[in-house]
């Protein structure tokens, strides 16, 4: 585990709670969490939909009545003959959410004082509050002559920024004392005071409603009215008068009372605030963050947080509300922190051993100052593969029990395939110290009951202005180079940067190379042994670098291939290949030319296109073409490969086996390979005069092609006793020193020319 100090206090569970614990009380102070949480409570508010008493009727002021009636304001004997339809239908109360604040006309201000008293069941409203939330103090009271027929009751509602009334007053103070509020006196629960939440979770389509025109037309049952409250609330638009109603949109603030009064029908609502909820959930974070349990602390702490957006929808079918923002702020703060917190630890333990990997050996910003060993367990992969599933975990602890012995305290750092590193002091006697480590190693690791032999080699760097990371792959490579050569360790060679730099940026100079003519062909012929002839040549790359002279072509070639960038070379060397042999043969027929082919080609479906398309651009016939293909890439073809060479024979090119007996070979393999000839590797040619197995094995060879009426070519021929050898066992072609070094065409051109005066004299 990592056990850094500086990390101990900043990740300590008490400072983090400590810190979320304010941030919470500030967001829930400032109330940050009003919008979130007026929108999570209308999303609960569905999960328990109820149905509205039937004790309370609307009379709606809507787009018909308007129609019907006419414009509003209506004339107030409009009013009164409405509330003595109402009354004489046997209402057990009328409340008009309509204002009569003032005279109007003396003729209707009669007419609806006389309805007032003949009814005695009014409920008037008072307007006590302007504004939002509690908004400021302004009275507004029906006339005095209604007044004394008629109950009053406050319809002022406190409302947010989106016009909604998450509360709703028992009553409402005003200049002639405490006012009850219509939907306590609808509820008839006129004793208390202050506010309480109205329940949104009532289905709006259950309350009764009828249109206040079918009322005055007389189009309405009267029956459905008797002995029930109604409330008389404009719901058009065009009237104004609207609000917010969470869960459904705006709609008359007449809904807002009957809504309130339905509240309380139900039960007494209980708002508990935010902060019970907040500090739960900052002892369920304390009670969490002190256990150690299989289950992430930051998972157990964001399931409580998504749990708790949907608990609050139990309490509040049974009228229970309180605010849960700071609450869950408080657990996603924390198990934001702690998941954080576990991904960066994550990111920097090993997860087999929990020992730091590496990088957290390239975060050490203190190892910049220090020298660095790298240990390489050779055969680590090898040793893994055949473990159970908890061996490595075993293996790991036995390796780092050794690399800490002399320094307990050593921090030791993992990395993948059996990489592990330190720093050390600059003064640290390397030799005596890691020849020690080494002789530790000889000893077999044990793992579970197995003995099990451990190779490592060690690399050191002894401190650079470099990154840790170039220092760490520096150390790298020079145990990889201490394990070449046979040594226990070994120093990073700073000089060996530059060859590295020039490796690295070799394949960016090749294809430039090409283009700038500085690679050339070069052309070693081939001699039939039959006729003594030069019958054609191997064409080979070769690169003439401006500063570095001739680079070698095993070195670009090879790089060339493994990473990715054959394909240009070897069209290159093809295009100067066959323009070369097409113009060898109009004065020489029949003459062949040879070109490696990379096994990376063979999954490249454009090549055999490119081939046809060069061998009729220069006129050449494709049997005169040999592509030479090396043992193990023609034995591991398949699939693609196979099909690939197939269709370069049907082109009519010949394929060869090249380097024969590199590889496993079998006959099954050759019989499958569709090639012309194989070439036997200079290896074997090159060691037959000396060597009786050589001998065998080329003889055996050129037996086995013969018998499936394949030619076979030997190279590496250097001397006149190994090409008379070679005709003895009745070989086709030779190639090499003794035949002819590689040479430019003009020269191949002379040499063939040369040959074709000696045959004719």
């Known amino acids: 585990m990592l056990r850094r100090k500086d990390q101990k206090a900043e990740h300590s569970p008490l400072r983090l709670l400590l810190w979320t614990a304010i941030a919470g009380l500030i967001f829930g102070l400032i109330g940050f969490g009003e919008l979130p949480e007026d929108l999570l409570r209308t999303g609960r508010n569905s999960l328990h939909l109820h149905k509205a008493s039937g004790d309370i009727v609307l009379i709606k002021v809507d787009d018909k009545s308007l129609r019907d009636i006419g414009r509003w304001p209506w004339p107030r004997a409009k009013h009164a003959a409405l509330i003595d339809k109402l009354t004489s239908a046997g209402t057990k109360r009328i409340f008009v959410d309509v204002l009569f604040s003032g005279a109007t006309d003396d003729p209707n201000d009669r007419a609806l004082t006389r309805s007032l008293a003949r009814s005695g069941r009014v409920v008037l409203p008072v307007k006590t509050r302007s504004g939002p939330s509690q908004g400021a103090q302004q009275d507004a009271f029906p006339m005095g002559a209604f007044t004394k027929h008629a109950q009053l009751g406050s319809i002022s509602l406190p409302y947010n920024y989106a016009d909604a009334a998450w509360r709703v007053p028992y009553s409402a103070q005003s200049s002639a004392g405490s006012m009850p509020s219509f939907a306590a006196l609808l509820a008839n629960r006129t004793q208390q005071t202050g506010l309480f939440v109205p329940d949104y979770s009532l289905d709006l389509s259950s309350i009764p409603s009828i249109s206040a025109a079918d009322v005055l037309g007389g189009s309405f049952d009267p029956t459905s009215l008797r002995g029930k409250d109604v409330i008389i609330g404009a719901t058009s638009e065009a009237i104004g008068d609207q609000m917010f109603i969470p869960g459904t949109g705006r709609m008359g603030a007449v809904n807002v009372h009957i809504i309130g009064a ?55 079918a049974k009228l229970i509300y309180f605010d849960i923002t700071p609450a869950v702020f408080v657990l996603l703060t924390v198990s934001s922190v702690l998941g954080w917190r576990r991904y960066r630890a994550r990111g920097l333990v090993n997860p087999v051993s929990d020992l730091p990997n590496l990088n957290a050996l390239r975060a050490n910003r203190a190892g910049s100052k220090q020298s660095l060993v790298a240990a390489r367990i050779l055969n680590y992969a090898e040793i893994v593969a055949t473990l159970p599933a ?41 030799s005596n110290h890691l020849d020690a480590l080494y002789s530790l190693f000889r000893n077999p690791a044990r793992v579970g009951g197995v003995s099990l032999d451990l190779t490592v080699a060690f690399g050191v760097e002894v401190g650079s202005g470099r990154s840790l990371a170039n220092r760490l792959a520096s150390a790298l490579v020079a145990a990889d180079e201490a394990a070449h050569d046979g040594l226990r360790w070994k120093y990073h060679d700073p000089e060996s940067l530059q060859d590295a730099s020039w490796k690295l940026s070799m394949l960016s100079q090749l294809d430039e190379a090409i283009d700038r003519n500085e690679v050339w062909v070069a052309y070693q012929p081939k001699l039939d042994l039959a006729t003594r002839r030069i019958i054609g040549a191997e064409a080979l790359a070769r690169w003439t670098h401006p500063e570095k002279g001739p680079i070698a072509a095993s070195e670009f070639v090879a790089a060339a291939e493994q990473h990715g960038r054959i394909g240009k070379l070897t069209d290159f060397v093809l295009e100067k290949a066959i323009a070369s042999a097409a113009a060898i043969n109009k004065r020489a027929a029949d003459f062949e030319i040879a070109v490696n082919l990379s096994a990376r080609l063979l999954g490249d479906k454009g090549f055999p296109l490119r081939v046809s398309a060069l061998l009729a651009r220069h006129g050449m016939s494709p049997n005169l073409l040999t592509l030479e293909l090396t043992e193990t890439a023609a034995l591991s073809g ?15 090119v010949r394929i060869s086996i090249d380097d024969y ?22 290896s074997f040619v090159k060691g037959m005069v000396d060597n009786r197995s050589d001998r065998v094995m080329v003889q055996s060879t050129i037996g086995l092609a013969h018998s499936l009426d394949r030619k076979v070519v030997a190279e590496g021929v250097e001397d006149h006793e190994t090409l008379d050898l070679l005709i003895e066992m009745g070989c086709d072609v030779a190639q090499g020193f003794a035949v002819g070094r590689p040479m430019s065409i003009d020269s191949l051109t002379k040499r063939i020319s040369s040959d074709r005066k000696r045959s004719v004299a």
């Not at 398949?638 to 009519?652: A, D, Q, V, Y």
């Open 390 to 430: 908890n061996g490595e975990r075993q293996l790991v602890d036995q390796i780092v029990s050794r690399l800490s012995i002399g320094d307990p305290t050593r921090r030791i750092y993992q990395g993948d395939g059996g990489i592990f590193a330190w720093f050390e002091e600059p003064r640290t006697a390397f």
């Open 661 to 682: 007996g590199t590889g496993l070979s079998t006959l099954e393999y050759l019989k499958k390979i569709p090639a012309n000839e194989i070439k036997i590797d200079q």
């Open 262 to 316: 339905e509240t309380l029908k139900a039960g007494n609502p209980v708002y508990l605030g935010w902060f019970a909820p907040f500090l739960v959930s900052l002892l369920l974070c304390a009670g969490v963050t002190s256990l150690r349990t299989n289950v992430p602390q930051s998972l157990s702490l964001a399931g409580a947080a998504v749990a708790l957006l949907f608990i609050p929808a139990l309490f509040e």
């Open 638 to 652: 398949s699939g693609e490969g196979i099909e690939m060479i197939s269709r370069l024979r049907e082109l009519g």
